[in-house]
């Protein structure tokens, strides 16, 4: 298995490149800024659409393994029912964290964190086949869905506001189907990351193997839904079936159809892989000391962004009808501060400020230091 140093410092990079993708699509839609840019920089920018959230919740499947490691390589029952317990405990304190954060960022992930733990705590022992098996059904599955049901339900495109939320049936459908993260499919991210957790990622050679599959897997998805699409366009179908037909071959996160799902998918492995591989070779540097603690930080650097970023932007009236370039700007600024925050702050506390909290809350255990 993969050292306890490079592993972790790898993660933390992986999910340190995730929190800045994350700011950089979150302040780019809020801004209206997705396409208010030259044409080149709206393409790059929108590479990052649906694949920074996808990146940390595969990353949240690495840490579940990296978690119950040793639990699972023991097969003692009691450490097994320990370590999800604590699984189960964080799953609770996130979704409650999450729903209560929700009225600040209606875009919130980590009520969705929540359900994918809680499912996934229940697969920590499952052979790696059943979790690969487990995401294919549920990508198949949403495919199924996404014809009989309507995907638009709730939905105020204009506004992203989601109608009767706050109703059972209608946070149910909003978790479990047509939420901007639906338990069903991305829940398939999670066991991934799992699976990819358990992979001794130290080894050069594994990593090429996993290359050889995550790689043509963005590939061959992005240019699948390229090449249908433009024959869709070119076939001058009736206005809706042509509509639904490109949802359907599309790779943008909404709705989250099966080709976006292996090109995330594919991708998000490929920056785990990639970024295991920087740790490993530049654990000693000054420069990726910055990124292993923004990583370190990530759900206190997610609540930040959006109450500390957006604040001050909204405060200085500068939060709406941006342009790209001003958006990027803007993220990369609250990027920088971010990891100099995290920095300085990891040099005196083990944890984050929110990291804490959760540890407090979800592990009575006690720790040393």
């Known amino acids: 298995m993969i050292d306890d140093q490079t592993r972790v410092i790898g993660v933390d990079v992986a999910r340190a490149a995730a929190v800045f993708g994350m700011v950089v699509v979150n302040f780019k839609i809020v801004m209206g800024a997705e396409s208010a840019g030259p044409d080149w920089l709206v393409w790059m920018a929108g ?77 920590l022992t499952a052979p790696t086949p059943r979790l690969l098996g487990g995401a294919s059904v549920l990508v198949l599955l949403f495919m199924v869905l996404l014809f009989p049901l309507n995907y638009e339900t709730g939905w105020d495109w204009d506004t992203l506001n989601y109608e009767g939320f ?34 001794d990622l130290s080894d050069a050679d594994i990593r090429t193997r996993v290359l050889r599959w995550s790689v043509p897997a963005v590939v061959l998805a992005e240019s699948a839904s390229w090449g249908l699409r433009r024959w869709i366009v070119a076939a001058a179908l009736p206005a809706q079936n042509e509509a639904d037909l490109l949802a359907a071959l599309g790779t943008d996160p909404m709705p989250p159809v099966l080709l976006y799902m292996v090109a995330a998918g594919g991708a998000a492995v490929t920056v785990v892989v990639a970024c295991v591989w920087l740790g490993n070779r530049y654990r000693d540097s000054v420069w990726i000391e910055p990124l292993v603690a923004t990583g370190q930080m990530a759900l206190t650097l997610y609540v930040a ?37 995290a920095t300085t702050w990891r040099l005196r506390f083990r944890r984050g400020p929110l990291e804490w909290v959760m540890r407090v809350a979800t592990d009575p255990r006690p720790r040393s230091g």
């Open 47 to 123: 590479l990052l659409d649906g694949r920074a959230a996808a990146t940390f919740v595969v990353l949240a499947g690495v840490g579940i393994s990296l978690l119950s490691r040793r639990s699972r390589e023991s097969g003692a029952l009691v450490a097994v029912a320990r370590d999800r317990g604590t699984l189960i405990r964080r799953a609770v304190f996130l979704f409650l964290f999450g729903l209560a954060y929700t009225p600040v960022w209606p875009g919130d992930i980590l009520h969705f964190y929540g359900v994918y733990i809680c499912v996934a705590a229940f697969f």
């Open 166 to 199: 706050w109703t059972p049936s209608g946070m149910l459908r909003h978790l479990l189907f047509n939420g901007f993260h639906p338990v069903v499919p991305w829940l398939a991210f999670m066991l991934v990351g799992m699976a990819l957790g358990r992979l």
């Open 305 to 341: 962004h959006v109450v500390i970023g957006m604040g001050a932007l909204e405060a200085a009236g500068v939060l709406e009808d941006r342009s790209l370039s001003f958006a990027l700007l803007a993220a990369g600024i609250f990027c920088a501060a971010g990891a100099i925050f």
